[in-house]
């Protein structure tokens, strides 16, 4: 299969918007932003400038960080506010768990997952260039497990989990002719059974009134509400999921939102805020 498979799909999928969304799922096409501490909200992005270098404050620490506005929207879903203990399952390449980190309270504790080695040490170098060894100390632990093991390992032991799941990353594709080569709907297929894998992990290490936030980059409905309706199906009235307010309304899905660029400008981003009920 290929790229003209990959337009038929998406094109049955949404239908006349596919001539416009699919040239603006291309990051050169779509505009970047630095977005400066604290992370926390969309009114703080300043567009990029080509060739600008990036300040730092008086610790020597990165001061911006490239990030789409959909990702910081979306990561101020989950409530760690008051949190103790957080968990990002899928943290690389970092920039979610510095949104995460700027909403916690100073004794709280965020443990940033990542299995793959190499995308690890980038994360490893994202948190040393942005947070201060002194706001780090005790704070920030970078692990390195199979996020489909923390349900068997650490059952209800997160107050909050955000789970980033690895996925297609249409957009990516799209830009390198040699994996779009290789797309199939088959493909889509088996990273939501990955998904839900650690969805479910997600779950059993979650505490009971506990939140998931469930996100992707992909725009396949596999990958996304097909997702989380096998949660719904498994865990039944366990599950209740949280239609949140945004700065920016999103396009509501059956189960979440999402952003898509030809609508929002930024994205493509799916979320669902998911909250585990208590006993």
């Known amino acids: 299969m290929g ?15 596919w001539p416009t969304l699919k040239p603006l799922l291309r990051h050169q096409n779509r505009i970047e932003f630095y977005l400066k501490p604290p992370f926390s909200k969309v009114s703080d992005f300043k567009k990029h400038t080509a060739g600008v270098s990036i300040p730092r404050n008086s610790e020597d620490l990165l001061s911006y960080y490239a990030l789409d506005p959909a990702s910081v929207l ?12 957080v968990l990002d399952m899928c943290a690389a390449p970092g920039g979610k768990s510095l949104v995460l980190f700027s909403k916690m309270k100073k004794e709280s504790v965020l443990f940033c997952n990542e299995i793959s080695s190499g995308r690890r040490e980038a994360l490893k170098k994202v948190l040393q260039n942005y947070i201060s ?13 199979d996020g489909a093991q923390y ?14 799941a690895p996925c297609s990353g249409e957009a990516h594709l799209l830009e390198n002719a040699e994996e779009m080569s290789h797309w199939s ?6 990273l939501s059974i990955k998904q839900y894998s650690l969805l479910s992990s997600a779950w059993t290490a979650l505490k009971p009134g506990g939140h998931i936030l469930y996100s992707t980059c992909s725009i396949s409905p596999y990958e996304n509400d097909g997702v989380i ?11 209740e999921i949280i239609k949140p ?12 939102l999402q952003y898509l660029p030809d609508r929002s400008g930024m994205g493509p981003m799916y979320a669902c805020l998911i909250r585990k009920k208590a006993n």
Request: proline share 4%.
């Open 3 to 17: 790229l003209k498979e990959f337009d038929l799909y998406f094109s049955e999928i949404y239908k006349d918007r």
């Open 74 to 85: 979306v990561a101020n879903l989950l409530p760690v506010d008051s949190s103790e203990k």
């Open 133 to 145: 060894l002194s706001d780090r100390e005790g704070r920030v632990w970078i692990k390195g497990l």
């Open 151 to 164: 349900g068997l390992k650490q059952p209800e032991s997160f107050d909050q989990i955000l789970l980033d």
């Open 185 to 190: 709907i088959k493909r889509s297929l088996g």
């Open 229 to 239: 309706q096998k949660l719904l199906k498994k865990k039944k009235d366990q599950v």
């Open 245 to 256: 307010e945004l700065e920016i309304e999103p396009e509501w899905t059956q189960h979440g």
